[in-house]
């Protein structure tokens, strides 16, 4: 069974940084692009990162681009996300989603069950 | 950017009744549009990919239409565990945008 677990989130005041991670289990996730998903109530659900299966493509949303980080361990099956400079309007339920088929599609067949990320002093 | 536009935000029904949930592009997407269901407290689950293609498990009373611009997802006979907002997004283009939910309520 396909299993997205992410963990990480918190408070943290505006301008800090968070490590999120998303460990994988139930699938071969070296052959798998992800992504990283955030919702908020004011501004619903919104992409924020694209990670290739090998890690060597990456692809930012504008409001993270500078700077988030996206990176991978295929070793360790987990996805990660460095949040630098946080702003208010970063708070947020951050999930890891995983692309449906061995290409990237676009297409979100598995997400994990988020973990909160709250920017404020 | 492409914008996903989903109105109405919320609609009532009755357990039943054929519900239809629409959802626009700001440009042409072809084919590239995905419906997703999210009930309160849980992940976004993938039901429709590529516009009309069934995520497995999905129940068939499920199904998507459109292309270009205009798309629907339609429930054949509501159900009183279909309760949840239903997202449109599209994979066209970057950034994959999401359309603002349409939340499906009992009557």
Excluded at chain 1, 32 to 38: F, G
Excluded at chain 1, 69 to 88: C, E, F, H, P, V
Aim: neutral net charge; proline residues 4%.
């Amino acid at each position: 069974e396909v299993e997205l677990v992410e963990s990480g989130g918190g408070l943290v005041q505006p301008g800090g940084s968070l490590r999120l991670s998303c460990a994988a289990a139930g699938f071969t996730f070296s052959s798998y692009s992800m992504n990283w998903v955030r919702q908020t109530p004011g501004k619903g659900l919104e992409w924020i990162a694209y990670i290739s299966s090998g890690g060597g493509s990456i692809h930012y949303a504008d409001p993270v681009k500078g700077r988030f980080t996206g990176a991978r361990d295929n070793a360790k099956n987990s996805l990660y996300l460095q949040m630098n400079s946080l702003r208010d309007e970063d708070t947020a339920v951050y999930y890891c989603a995983r692309d449906k088929g061995v290409a990237a599609s676009g297409i979100y067949d598995y997400w994990g069950q988020g973990t909160l990320v709250t920017v404020s002093s | 950017d492409i914008q996903m536009t989903q109105s109405p935000s919320s609609l009532s029904a009755s357990v039943g009744d054929r519900v239809t949930i629409p959802c626009q592009a700001s440009q042409d997407i072809k084919n590239s549009l995905n419906w997703y269901q999210q009930k309160p407290g849980n992940a976004p689950k993938l039901l429709i990919y590529e516009t009309s293609n069934l995520e497995v498990g999905v129940p068939s009373r499920f199904s998507g239409g459109g292309s270009g611009t205009d798309f629907t997802l339609t429930i054949s006979s509501l159900q009183s565990e279909d309760i949840a907002t239903y997202y449109c997004q599209q994979y066209r283009n970057l950034p994959l945008n999401f359309g603002g939910g349409t939340k499906v309520e009992i009557k």
